[in-house]
């Protein structure tokens, strides 16, 4: 029975995830299909900010072109582990006109077309009557083009009776119904065939190895097709009809970033890996370049995060001779429901076929071991819906802006968002949302990074008559007072206040001038207190909490709120919202960690082992290790594999360290033996590096580190150890020494502590000798010049085909300048001396121009710019292929998939 009722439900909880909602943020949502089908309990979801009445819709929060954002949300079933099969994918959009978002065939400009909006009238949009005040993401225009296209017949149905030939007739939406304005067949197969506009960040799978496919078949990066001739969906079938097959140009953006899943477990909205963990969370980057123009100002975006997910049940071989995931794996193929195709449909297939697909309620015998004869024997009827075998559920956030990176924050600092998530209610009234918590509640930064500190709140949060709360009822409102541990209840007084303390602030405030300006540590404690309030009741005069101008409780404070920005000094603060701490939803608590690196370097690399490969005088020991969440990974097809995560595209370098003394003194190590760049070999996609190091004495304990070198400077090390194997000699002499420690041979304490003394002497001068030409130095925050033009990291993925990028100048070069345009860290003063006379001669020079907008959310230092042009000049030592992929993609997303055409297109769902 589980199988088949696959209410797997997706909730975003921040942004927050409307799930179909307005503002109604208590009880069941009004219109479950008002913008899309969610397939979501009608419980969930959050309002937007503010109320529904004329003129109380809140103001959208805006964050910054660049900037880091976490996305949390729960699944309902499985995502990381071999149970199903699934694809969790991050995508927005964004569209401020009325003419057709990007991605699309171009229609008449209109209302039906644009912009994004929520909307205030809670009805679905009409594709025969568009009306402003309803809430608009995919635009008419895409809509009809669905119903009036040929639906994609080489799709796996299972035995559903499809009602139509349209695209909108798919496994799970076999009636054509309509959903807001979305394509059913869109929905639900990813990555699609036909032109979208949904721009991909991110996508998180238990199918890693489908991960280069996903970012291949990416609109992102490649073109999609649609015919001139409306119905048709391929090309053969449309030049045969007189068409003309047509292509609308890939966005021009990085690929989407691809990691495997975390764990979720099956059957609870939650638990999530980590201690104490409940929400899953990906960090992604805001995007730039998302408007209108090509700029970074958006002020109508969207974000969508669909979760598709099949059962183990529907799978076949990418082989389609081998029949059983045996032989397919012992192939080396792919058993995975993206091999699915019309061929294993119920009516195409002999009974008994392999591989064996259930149809709709089947009745089982055990293979004959049930009679069904009656009495004390009877066959079994499984609950199976072959319609939600494979499913698609989805959230989509309200309307959220993107503004410019301010002119005042460096171009090597990140900026970070902080905000609030949750609603109204206590666990109850507020479930499948969540309570009230900041987000993210552990929040850890460099010294150089700035913090965007906003959120937005819901005036009509009344699941169960008042939802359990602090004052004006139906409220969402929150401040933030410092607190000395998040055991305790209590602000700290205004001398006490550490966290405002800061070294710089930036006030974004532009609407209201009495708070306007560069404000003071006092100024910034009573903002972040009082939330800008104006026309508060004095202390006598508060009567109740219900009380318009009781700002104790915050009543007179706006729904959205934007404290701006700030660079914090070094150092833990703890603090909470002082109206939201009582006993129904106590605990809305969070913490900043300001670290006293200038930004947050790599996480360390894992599964770092040493392995002795040669003995003898001249001894060899291979270190290997992975990339840092390369742990081993149970993945859809029960094999364990090598994870992969968001550090994976942040390590641009590692180095190699020995010790001979147990760790007192650690050695670079200069050259991996057989190395042709004398840097570290890295293979499959980066996931697996190692570095063979020679010329080590035999009968030796050499411990080993490796540090993961990024943009924030160098790791925290892994080590591992290994003994090199004796020789006949060098046992010959350790055993002879370690008679004459022990005085077996007869010599006296003093000729063996001269002898101890004399080799401490040599051992030392022998130390400063390698130290003295080894010049030894720790090693120096990775800087973006050698992080560019030493081919650190080698082979793995294959490049993106330059026709990809065809439509810019320069194909996949291009793409390699985006790439150090995106990295953007280090200024010269932070680079080696190596490169800094360099650098400095060249600052102010022009670089090429900006590709795919991958940086245009902040400046660039002349440094980099002028820098970074000659590295594209010579290919010997560019930017290895696999780190601008992987880099590339970090910058979209963090800052994430059968056969296409008529015959593919299928996604988990399929």
């Excluded at 880091?68 to 994918?89: P, R």
């Excluded at 999609?224 to 097959?245: F, I, M, P, Q, R």
């Excluded at 009974?351 to 024997?377: I, R």
């Excluded at 000699?729 to 063996?752: M, N, V, Y």
């Amino acid at each position: 029975a589980c199988i088949s009722r696959v209410v797997a439900d997706i909730y975003m909880h921040y942004p927050p995830g409307a799930n179909n909602r307005l503002a109604e943020g208590d009880g069941n949502r009004n219109n479950n299909n008002r913008l899309c089908d969610t397939q979501n309990n009608n419980a969930g979801g959050y309002g937007y900010g503010g109320s529904n009445g004329a003129g109380q819709k809140a103001p959208p929060v805006k964050y910054i072109a660049g900037s880091k954002l976490s996305v949390a949300f729960t699944a309902q079933h499985s995502c990381g582990a071999e149970n199903a099969e699934c694809q969790l994918v991050v995508q927005y959009m964004c569209n401020d006109g009325q003419n057709t978002p990007q991605g699309l065939p171009a229609a008449a400009a209109g209302i039906g077309e644009g912009p994004v909006r929520d909307g205030t009238d809670g009805n679905t949009p009409d594709p025969n009557n568009p009306q402003e005040a309803r809430g608009l993401h995919e635009p008419t225009s895409f809509y009809q083009a669905c119903d009036t296209r040929n639906r994609n017949q080489g799709l796996y149905i299972a035995d559903r009776n499809l009602q139509g030939n349209d695209a909108r007739r798919t496994r799970q939406n076999n009636n054509g119904a309509r959903s807001g304005l979305e394509c059913p067949e869109e929905r639900d197969y990813w990555p699609y065939w036909h032109p979208s506009a949904w721009k991909d960040l991110a996508v998180m799978t238990n199918n890693v190895r489908q991960c280069e496919y996903y970012q291949l078949e990416s609109q992102n990066v490649k073109p999609k097709n649609y015919c001139s001739v409306t119905e048709e969906n391929n090309e053969a079938d449309c030049l045969a009809a007189g068409g003309t097959w047509e292509s609308v140009a890939a966005f021009g953006i990085p690929p989407p970033q691809c990691i495997a899943a975390p764990f979720q477990r099956d059957n609870h909205l939650g638990n999530g890996p980590g201690d104490g963990s409940n929400e899953v969370a990906i960090n992604i980057t805001i995007p730039s370049g998302a408007g209108d123009d090509g700029g970074n100002v958006a002020n109508n975006c969207v974000m969508r995060l669909r979760y598709n997910i099949t059962t183990s049940d529907t799978r076949a071989c990418s082989d389609g001779n081998l029949k059983t995931k045996t032989e397919c794996e012992a192939a080396g193929q792919v058993w995975s429901a993206a091999f699915l195709d019309s061929t294993y449909n119920a009516n195409n297939r002999e009974e008994g076929a392999s591989p064996q697909l259930p149809n709709q309620d089947p009745k089982v015998t055990l293979d004959g071991f049930l009679s069904g004869t009656g009495g004390t024997d009877s066959q079994l009827e499984l609950a199976i819906n072959t319609n939600q075998l494979g499913r698609t559920f989805q959230d989509r956030s309200h309307l959220f802006s993107i503004q410019d990176w301010p002119t005042q924050v460096p171009a090597s600092s990140d900026i970070y968002n902080l905000n609030v998530k949750g609603k109204r209610g206590n666990i109850v009234q507020t479930y499948p949302a969540t309570e009230y918590d900041f987000h993210p509640t552990d929040l850890v930064v460099g010294k150089n990074d700035y913090i965007h500190i906003q959120w937005t709140g819901n005036d009509n949060t009344n699941n169960n008559g008042n939802n359990n709360g602090e004052g004006t009822n139906g409220r969402d409102r929150h401040n933030i007072v410092q607190i000395d541990d998040q055991g305790l209840s209590l602000p700290l007084g205004a001398a006490a206040t550490s966290m405002f303390d800061v070294e710089d602030e930036i006030n974004l405030e532009t609407e209201d001038a009495q708070f306007s300006g560069p404000r003071s540590k006092e100024e910034l404690i009573k903002q972040f207190a009082l939330v800008k309030q104006t026309s508060c009741a004095a202390a006598g005069d508060v009567n109740n909490d219900q009380q318009e101008t009781n700002c104790e409780k915050l009543n007179r404070a706006a729904a959205t709120v934007d404290l701006g920005l700030l660079r914090m000094k070094q150092g833990t603060f703890k603090y909470m919202s002082s109206r939201n701490n009582n006993f129904s939803n106590r605990g809305q608590k969070g913490k900043i960690t300001v670290t006293g690196t200038e930004s947050i370097p790599p996480k360390p690399p894992a599964n770092v082992q040493a392995i002795v490969v040669r003995g003898g005088a001249n001894a060899a020991v291979n270190v290997t290790w992975s990339a840092n969440g390369g742990e081993k990974y149970i993945d859809t097809e029960g094999n364990a594999v090598i994870g992969r995560n968001e550090q994976l595209p942040k390590t641009l370098d590692y180095v190699i360290q020995y010790s001979v003394n147990a760790g007192q003194d650690w050695f670079t190590v200069e050259r991996c033996a057989g190395s042709n760049s004398a840097k570290a070999e890295c293979h499959n996609g980066g996931l697996e590096c190692e570095c063979k190091i020679d010329g080590l004495l035999p009968g030796q304990t050499y411990s080993f580190q490796v540090l993961a070198g990024g943009i924030g400077g160098w790791s925290r090390p892994t080590s591992a150890v290994a003994a090199t194997n004796h020789t006949s000699e060098s046992r010959s002499f350790a055993d002879k020494l370690q008679a004459q420690a022990s005085g077996e041979d007869g010599l006296s304490a003093g000729a063996i502590a001269a002898i101890v003394l004399g080799v401490l002497a040599g051992v030392l001068l022998l130390g400063c000798a390698v130290f003295l030409y080894r010049r030894r130095t720790p090693p120096p925050p990775p800087p973006i010049a050698t992080m560019t033009i030493n081919p650190t990291l080698k082979s793995v993925p294959p490049q993106m085909p330059d026709t990809d990028f065809e439509a810019q100048e320069g194909g996949s070069r291009e793409l390699m300048w985006a790439t150090v345009k995106g990295f953007r860290k280090r200024r010269s003063e932070s680079i080696s001396g190596h490169f800094r006379a360099g650098l400095r001669s060249c600052q102010g020079a022009t670089g090429p121009p900006d590709v795919m907008g991958l940086d245009k959310g902040r400046p660039l230092p002349a440094a980099l710019t002028s820098f970074a042009r000659p590295a594209l000049a010579h290919p010997a030592l560019s930017f290895p292929s696999w780190a601008a992929s992987l880099a590339a993609a970090s910058l979209a997303a963090s800052s994430p998939w059968h056969p296409s055409q008529t015959l593919g297109g299928l996604s988990a769902a399929a």
